[in-house]
């Protein structure tokens, strides 16, 4: 919601700033102008990424409409899940978990948490780090050095949709100038015209310098680093399930574990001491 209202901000400033400089809007609109740069981005997009990026660039421009996936109410139900798990193991023995991590969705634990399941990178890295805990023989710090690599390369994969959003946010001023020149390239060819022609097409030629700064400064680039800012969101989350499992493969409580798990959230999502004990009261 905050991205459409950004960009109803930037488009409303900049339209009514230059009606008050006594200005027609309808100067703005080139069309020529916006197939050239806005088309040239989208091309210069294809050429520099394989298909499953540009998808990807689409879907994180969509999840930037619908903010991130992560809230207070899906933490809280992260550390009723790794508690329960947890307890569980403790009680039935590790062995036990294993049917619950081979077939998540058949889980009678994980099918409780909705919001987890659908988080399929939480939900494979929760259930092979298990199943590496289930084979034994894995020391915590081999575990931990295996949980980083693990979210090292989720990392790097999922930031190279807003690299590359960021890419072409960057071009758009320079694909701005080459609308600009292909613009006076025209208004030579009318220098014969009179003054009110060459005017008028030297103003077309500059709607496109204009238009690739306003869409790299003010709508594609702020994107790219929603897109970003979403993604640290999501692999926190992952850090949280990363701290409380080597917490519970150290041999720690379940209460404990689901702690460091708890203290790992960022402050803007992280539920108190006694909303998370009050949580697990009611599980």
């Avoid at 100067?27 to 990807?56: Q, R, W």
């Avoid at 207070?72 to 619950?100: S, T």
Wanted: aromatic share 8%; hydrophobic share 50%.
């Amino acid at each position: 919601m905050l991205v459409i209202i950004g960009f109803v901000v930037v488009l409303g400033s900049i339209i009514v700033g230059f009606m008050w400089h006594g200005g027609n809007p309808l100067f703005l609109f080139v069309p020529n102008e916006y197939l050239i740069i806005i088309g040239s981005a989208i091309g210069a997009l294809l050429i520099a990424n394989n298909m499953n990026t540009v998808k990807k660039v689409i879907s994180g421009i969509l999840g930037t409409l619908k903010g991130a996936k992560v809230s207070k109410p899906a933490y809280i139900d992260l550390l009723k899940l790794l508690y329960e798990l947890f307890q569980f193991a403790k009680r039935e023995g590790l062995i036990a978990l294993e049917p619950h991590v081979e077939v998540p969705e058949s889980s009678t634990i994980l099918s409780k948490y909705p919001s987890f399941l659908s988080n399929h990178h939480a939900v494979e890295f929760l259930c092979d780090t298990l199943k590496v805990i289930l084979s034994g023989g894995v020391p915590a710090h081999d575990l931990e050095e295996l949980m980083d690599l693990d979210l090292e390369v989720h990392h790097a994969e999922e930031a190279v949709p807003p690299g590359a959003l960021s890419s072409t946010a960057d071009a758009f001023p320079g694909l701005g100038i080459v609308a600009a020149v292909l613009g006076i390239i025209i208004t030579m060819g009318k220098i014969n015209a009179g003054a009110e022609a060459v005017g008028s097409s030297v103003g077309s030629a500059l709607v496109g310098t204009f238009l690739g700064v306003l869409l790299s400064y003010g709508f594609v680039g702020p994107l790219a680093k929603a897109m970003e800012n979403n993604m640290m969101k999501e692999s926190r989350y992952l850090q949280v399930t990363k701290a409380a499992l080597l917490s519970f493969a150290k041999g720690a409580p379940a209460a404990v574990a689901i702690e460091y798990g708890r203290r790992s959230i960022d402050p803007e999502f992280r539920p108190t001491f006694k909303e998370t004990e009050e949580a697990i009261k009611q599980k």
